[in-house]
């Protein structure tokens, strides 16, 4: 039996897909993907290519949908994929790739579709217009898949009203418990030793893509607005911003224009993420819209309490002022609220307590969502072998 992943994000695979393509190893599948090698938004994927024996096919697919001449090229490819591989299974990813590779299924019989949805563009907050345009987009290619993964409840229940035989809930791709451990003092002085954070610095980090969706801009903004009010009690605060992306450069430029160099650090793309989540006081993850945050989630794991805007995503988990702060209003001044808030909420050692962060989340554990995408890729298989393929 032949399976074939189909993502827009070509290291998606390493970052995301791990788990699951060990899966479809151990139950005897061979395994296919089709991306863009020259979208690499996280990290190339060669290691995990190599080591699981993964065959490669480099598609023209691009992230944004009105891209519409490469991703037809890509369509057309990933049908003759399909065809001449004899493709058994496809499991696509981003709002792309699951548009490419249902298209590329039509009309062909006896291929069974998997879409995991990161999180639908249309979500409870959302413009009315929007949010119709993408339902509808969804729900018409809802009718050629059979099943549906989501990540949160509100994308669940959304799937549940559309076409596909079968929708499933998974706590994103689960984090790695004995990866994300529960940092203690001592790594938390040493890790900000090698950073240059001091005692006295109330430093808080955001981890991922530099985009507009992501909302950086607003923390910055934020820094600015508390920097600018010269608050003698104020803590002295340094922002990390660890990732790169399209908006990296104008934000580094607002931050030069506003003088607020010594409050925000650029750290780049990192794949050693523990030592800021060690070194810090409080993650920052203010995204607009967010099908889950495994961002966040690694962050709670280690103990890290996270100011985290109100979306579907971050609700599945936030437990507001007990690991963390839901901020409701996407402006300077309701951030600015939440991090005063935490700083001296965490003065209250009752409070914000990093082990009983951690045993909030722990039900987002890897094992969890193994459990729940064994029984997807099962199921699959089951239908497969009755459609005598």
């Keep these: 039996m032949k399976a074939l992943i189909v993502s827009s994000v070509y290291g998606f695979l390493t ?7 060990e899966l479809l190893k151990s139950m005897g599948i061979e395994i296919h993907y089709a991306s863009n090698h020259t979208n690499v938004v996280y990290e190339d994927c060669e290691d ?4 699981y024996g993964i065959i490669y096919h ?30 058994n299974m496809i499991h696509c990813h981003t709002p792309t790739g699951g548009m490419v590779a249902r298209f590329a299924c039509l009309g062909i019989k006896g291929v069974y579709i998997i879409y ?11 413009s009315r217009l929007r949010n119709k345009v993408f ?10 898949t059979n099943a549906i993964v989501t990540i949160n409840h509100e994308d669940e229940s959304a799937a549940k009203s559309m076409h596909a035989d079968e929708v499933y809930r998974i706590p994103g791709e689960g984090i790695d418990s ?11 002085k040493q890790e900000r030793a090698k950073l240059g954070i001091t005692d006295d610095d109330f430093f808080v980090i955001t981890i991922g893509e ?20 010269h608050n003698p009690n104020a803590p002295n605060i340094i922002y990390g911003v660890i990732g790169h992306g399209r908006q990296e450069e104008k934000l580094k430029e607002y931050v030069k224009e506003h003088g607020i160099e010594n409050n925000v650090r650029f750290f780049g793309y990192e794949l050693e993420i523990r030592t800021f989540l060690k070194a810090a006081d409080a993650m920052v993850f203010p995204s607009i819209r967010e099908g889950l945050g495994m961002a966040a989630l690694e962050a709670l794991f280690t103990g890290l309490p996270v100011i985290a805007s109100s979306n579907r995503g ?12 839901l901020v409701t209003e996407d402006s300077v001044v309701a951030y600015a609220e939440a991090i005063k808030d935490l700083y001296y909420g965490k003065k209250d050692k009752s409070i914000y307590e990093r082990d009983m962060i951690r045993k909030s989340v722990m039900n987002f554990e890897k094992a969890e969502s193994k459990k729940i995408m064994r029984k997807v890729y099962e199921d699959a298989i089951d239908k497969c072998t009755v459609s005598g393929l």
């Excluded at 009105?66 to 001449?84: F, G, M, T, Y």
């Excluded at 004995?178 to 938390?188: C, G, N």
């Design 58 to 87: 480099d598609i023209p697919i691009k992230q944004q949908p009105l891209e519409i001449s490469d991703n037809l090229k890509a369509i057309i490819q990933v049908r003759e994929i399909i065809k001449r591989e004899k493709i």
């Design 178 to 188: 004995k990866y994300f451990e529960l940092t203690d003092e001592e790594e938390r």
């Design 314 to 325: 971050s609700k599945e988990y936030i437990k507001n002022k007990k690991n963390g702060i």
């Design 210 to 229: 530099i985009r507009p969706n992501k909302n950086q801009k607003r923390v910055i903004e934020t820094l600015d607005y508390i920097v600018k009010k």
């Design 48 to 51: 995990i290519i190599d080591e």
């Design 135 to 144: 339902y509808l987009a969804e729900d018409f290619m809802s009718r050629n």
């Design 15 to 21: 970052k995301f897909e791990r788990q699951n393509v």
């Design 116 to 126: 995991t949805a990161h999180g639908f563009h249309f979500y409870n907050g959302g």
